[in-house]
């Protein structure tokens, strides 16, 4: 089956910081790879995504590069901001037929001023 | 604007009660997904429905139920609601058919069972 792992939080930076949140992955077949984000009290939001290999999604300043090799899709941004701070998820789609969307269990991100 | 709501937000029942989360979506997606968040598991898929009168079992499914009987609704029922049950309901579609692609997803149904 699929599973994701991302590293464990909550993750604490400075305003400014430079952030990695690590995800990697197994899953059959060619999959897609998405970070949702979960602000309080709200639902989770499509971040960004990448459908195939060595190919970089990017939004709001954040980034992450499907690494096919090494089966990772680790979630970077250079400069985080104090409205960055929510919970962060690594989510492999796999590719044909019927499939359903794995989440990793989610990085808590807090960002202080 | 397109939209994906969950009702009630909040809700607080008894140990044995049936209890039904609703989930209603206005982008015309076939694909819907009910998830539950808990601390230290992330969301885990509780059922799924491809379309009408299609259901699926997800990770978690026991003590659930679910009916999709038109595009737009697909209501969450807990049987006897248990304690173990307590937790956020998160309902979300899609609209690619055969490859889930992005999910959009409501904002969430807080359950309490005492």
């Known amino acids: 089956g699929n599973s994701v792992t991302q590293m464990e939080g909550p993750v604490t930076l400075s305003e400014e910081a430079f952030l990695t949140i690590n995800c990697t992955y197994t899953?059959?077949?060619?999959?897609?790879l998405f970070w949702y984000v979960q602000y309080p009290g709200e639902g989770l939001q499509l971040l960004l995504k990448?459908?195939?290999?060595?190919d970089k999604g990017s939004n709001k300043g954040f980034e992450a590069t499907y690494r096919k090799e090494t089966t990772s899709f680790h979630l970077e941004k250079g400069s985080v901001q104090v409205s960055d701070s929510a919970v962060y998820f690594c989510?492999?789609?796999?590719?044909?037929?019927?499939?359903?969307?794995?989440f990793g269990t989610g990085t808590k991100l807090q960002v202080i001023p | 604007d397109a939209e994906i709501t969950q009702s009630p937000r909040h809700k607080i029942t008894e140990t044995g009660r049936q209890v039904t989360l609703a989930c209603h979506q206005t982008?015309?997606?076939?694909?819907m997904f009910w998830y539950r968040q808990d601390l230290g598991h992330g969301l885990r898929l509780i059922h799924y429905?491809?379309?009408?009168?299609?259901?699926n079992k997800g990770e978690v499914s026991d003590g659930y139920s679910v009916s999709r009987s038109n595009t737009e609704d697909l209501p969450l029922t807990l049987e006897s609601a248990a304690s173990s049950q307590t937790s956020v309901y998160f309902c979300?579609?899609?609209?690619?058919?055969?490859?889930?692609?992005?999910?959009?997803f409501g904002e969430g149904s807080r359950l309490t069972v005492l």
């Open positions: 979300a579609s899609s609209d690619e058919q055969g490859f889930p692609g992005e999910l959009f």
């Open positions: 899953a059959t077949g060619y999959p897609s």
């Open positions: 990448a459908t195939k290999a060595d």
């Open positions: 989510a492999p789609s796999p590719s044909g037929g019927y499939q359903k969307v794995t």
């Open positions: 982008w015309n997606h076939n694909n």
């Open positions: 429905s491809y379309g009408v009168h299609d259901t």
